[in-house]
């Protein structure tokens, strides 16, 4: 089988990392969450105290820092760290640390690197669009504010997360602003990636309507 890459991307909550990983599943490929890669670190910088406005204390930290990625678990310095990225407090300030240019090209080496070894399905903001330019698909998933906030919320509350509504849709509105407008790399949608409004769809049609459009051989 030749190698692939497979670049989703789309805001927060649009489903890209559910549908992502069952697409791996399916057609025996690796899956790699790039936002993990960004959460890791700014849950690592809040953990030492480190100023999150401060660029070159952030930009140490990463070059100090070994983030891997195996059997679905992210390593944070040899630490399985999957949960603890999703609080919150990392939620709220991982597009602050992600609008560093010096820490993006630190990871974006590192997705390079992972997609040089084997297939890859990589959801994030930029892969389509800077990542892998010529990935040999690209999706663009979208939703409304709504239901992107509905389902994070749905699924911090049954992990047991104490949140509320209001605070998950802050959150996605604040993401997606800073996501969007920084410089360097921001979230966009590839002029040739497929778009997929997710919004009323179930996983499965979403992942139908993705591999329809794939030919893997
Ligand atoms: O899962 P969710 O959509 O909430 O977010 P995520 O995919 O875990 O990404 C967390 C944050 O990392 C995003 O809001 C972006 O600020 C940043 N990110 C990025 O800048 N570029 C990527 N390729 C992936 C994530
Ligand atoms: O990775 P991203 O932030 O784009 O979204 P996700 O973490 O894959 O999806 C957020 C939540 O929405 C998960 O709990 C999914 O089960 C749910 N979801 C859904 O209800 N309907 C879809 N079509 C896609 C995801």
């Given at each position: 089988m030749r190698?692939?890459?497979i670049a989703v991307d789309g805001p927060a909550g649009a489903g890209k990392s559910t549908v992502a990983k069952i697409i791996a599943n399916k057609l025996g490929i690796n899956y790699i969450d790039t936002g993990a890669m960004y959460r890791a670190i700014t849950y690592k910088a809040l953990e030492k105290g480190i100023d999150i406005n401060d660029n070159d204390r952030l930009i140490n930290l990463c070059k100090s820092t070994e983030i891997d990625f195996q059997d679905e678990n992210i390593y944070l310095d040899g630490k399985i760290v999957n949960e603890e990225i999703r609080q919150l407090q990392v939620s709220s300030n991982v597009s602050r640390v992600a609008q560093i240019k010096e820490v993006r090209e630190i990871m974006v080496y590192l997705q390079r690197k992972m997609a040089d070894r084997y297939s890859v399905i990589m959801d994030g903001r930029d892969i389509g669009s800077y990542v892998f330019p010529n990935a040999d698909y690209k999706f663009f998933?979208?939703?409304?504010?709504?239901?992107?906030?509905?389902?994070?919320y749905m699924e911090l509350k049954n992990k047991g997360y104490d949140v509320t509504?209001?605070?998950?849709?802050k959150d996605i509105e604040t993401r997606d602003k800073i996501d969007s407008e920084r410089e360097f790399a921001p979230l966009v949608k590839a002029k040739d990636a497929i778009e997929v409004n997710t919004s009323n769809k179930s996983i499965d049609e979403v992942v139908h309507e993705i591999l329809n459009c794939i030919k893997m051989g």
């Open positions: 190698k692939i890459v998933l979208t939703a409304s504010v709504q239901e992107r906030a509905n389902r994070r509504i209001e605070d998950i849709i």
